[in-house]
């Protein structure tokens, strides 16, 4: 018995799901890296990558919740 081919809306979903990771993880490595560089520069010790850290993960976790919003409003 064949099976039937997923429909475009669960591949499109499924794609969308996959960029989950990059959507966190960007943020978050640009916070650290950005942070390493003013810390660098401005010699204040790590509460300049702690702060940068913290608002790429903000940014990072805001980003994933709009991609589930909209993976979830449009339907599988």
Sequence with gaps: MKQKP???S???A???LGGLGFT???PTA???IIGT???GYFHTGPWIII???VVGLIVGGLGVYG???TVLRNGF
Aim: one cysteine or more; charged letters at 10%.
């Design 51 to 53: 702060i940068c850290l």
């Design 67 to 69: 991609l589930l919003k």
């Design 14 to 16: 499924l794609g969308s």
């Design 6 to 8: 997923p429909s475009p």
């Design 24 to 26: 966190f993880a960007i």
């Design 30 to 32: 640009l916070g650290a």
């Design 37 to 39: 560089y003013l810390e």
């Design 10 to 12: 669960v591949l499109r």
